[in-house]
């Protein structure tokens, strides 16, 4: 049997998101409806319906168990940062969402023997599942006194003969920071002088809320620097407000990659929903993704405004580094500049304000003690986060000095 530890992050939200007032445990940006997307789209006639047009379609596997071309298409379009390095939608696999598509990229690529380098801290998948699998992990660790970069250095120090694969997640669960470009050129020049496969979770892209193109440290995606023994994965969750669309993506230049992930893909599923790709395809589509992804951003950016606000309030307990994408940020709790137990102020937030946030180290620390850590959600509705962030403030006006400090 297998053995796999406990998912702590989706076992904390899923066993308390029935009870909260507010849930700022969430890391996706607001849901939209599909009605929303006609909203967001340009150019497109009045009596377009897309649930009409899904009711014709013969409800078979489709006509390409690689997924419905013209939404791979569209997603193809995504990683247009440089021309001379795009990809063709024939190196697109899609998936019923980004889980399942990282789940597949690694019981493809990885097994017993192998050894694995994997940013931290991120999203517990990105670590448990190829520890599951039998390989060797090693915890790259961001420097959070140093807006959580990456030491280069440590990486070289890291790799062994049988490193197999380096896993990043950019932008980063749960920080929101993001691998910059000169560091994400540096990491795939590293691996492709040793052959090791470069495997990026870009679940929140294109969701840069504190940085634009132009800046010279702007991270395009892991597959523009031309290295084909990369691989990406995405989906329409986090960036473009969809969770309920269980629609995501592996892509990458390699051919050989691509035939693994398909063979594992069709003993885990065949074949994506139909009904879900062409929701997918008008979301993705030129027409509607800029004014989705400009949506969301914007909520994002001025939703993190409000949070900084809080934050700079109560600067004497609570320290973050400020996100510069995604709609989450991992921020420190302390009194007398000491961690409290981050599981005990999230336990009794929720118990007596209705206020639900997800704990650092219970859902994060595998590999380094984030004790008074928390992950804050801000990409939800602007109201509910001030009402959310008005109950937090009488929370640490009336109970925060009786919590427990951390060992």
Not at 17 to 43: M, R
Not at 349 to 360: A, H, I, Q, R, S
Request: aromatic letters at 10%; hydrophobic letters at 40%.
């Amino acid at each position: 049997m297998v053995k796999i530890e406990p998912f702590e992050v989706d076992h904390w939200i899923l066993t308390r998101d029935t009870g909260p007032k507010y849930n700022l445990a969430h890391s996706y940006s607001l849901p939209i409806t599909i009605k929303d997307l006609k909203s967001l789209s340009e150019n497109v006639a009045t009596d377009d319906d897309i649930l009409a047009s899904v009711q014709s379609l013969p409800m078979n596997y489709g006509p390409s168990f690689t997924g419905f071309e013209k939404l791979r298409e569209n997603i193809a379009s995504l990683y247009s940062d440089d021309p001379l390095v795009s990809i063709s939608s024939d190196r697109i696999l899609t998936t019923p969402g980004a889980s399942l598509a990282n789940f597949i990229v690694f019981f493809a690529l990885v097994g017993p023997g192998d050894h694995v380098i994997v940013q931290y801290p991120t999203y517990q998948q990105l670590y448990s599942l190829p520890t599951s699998l039998g390989a060797q992990v090693s915890l790259w660790k961001a420097k959070e006194d140093d807006n959580w970069n990456l030491d280069i250095e440590e990486l070289k120090r890291l790799i062994q003969p049988n490193t197999k694969m380096i896993v990043l997640n950019n932008p980063q669960n749960p920080t929101g920071a993001i691998i910059p470009r000169s560091t994400l050129k540096e990491i795939i020049r590293i691996a492709e002088t040793r052959s090791i496969t470069v495997f990026s979770d870009e679940v929140y892209r294109p969701s840069f809320h504190s940085i634009t193109p132009t800046d010279p440290s702007y991270p395009p995606s892991a597959l523009s620097f031309g290295y084909n023994n990369t691989v990406v994965t995405s989906s329409l969750s986090k960036a473009y407000a969809l969770a309920g669309i269980r629609i995501g993506w592996i892509a990458s230049h390699s051919t050989p990659i691509l035939d693994l992930c398909i063979n594992v893909r069709s003993y885990a599923l065949i074949t994506a929903s139909q009904v879900d790709e062409q929701i997918a395809s008008l979301a993705l589509s030129p027409a509607c993704v800029h004014n989705l992804v400009k949506r969301n951003t914007a909520l994002a950016k001025n939703n993190l405004d409000i949070v900084q606000s809080f934050i700079d309030e109560f600067s004497s307990t609570c320290q973050w580094v400020k996100p510069v994408a995604g709609p989450i940020g991992f921020i420190k709790f302390t009194r007398s500049g000491i961690p409290v137990d981050d599981v005990e102020l999230c336990t009794k937030l929720l118990e007596k304000k209705g206020v639900l946030l997800v704990p650092g180290k219970k859902c994060f620390g595998d590999g380094e003690n984030f004790s008074g850590y928390v992950r804050l959600g801000f990409g939800g509705d602007t109201a509910v986060l001030q009402a959310a962030l008005d109950t937090l403030r009488e929370f640490m006006r009336d109970d925060y000095e009786f919590l427990t400090l951390a060992e």
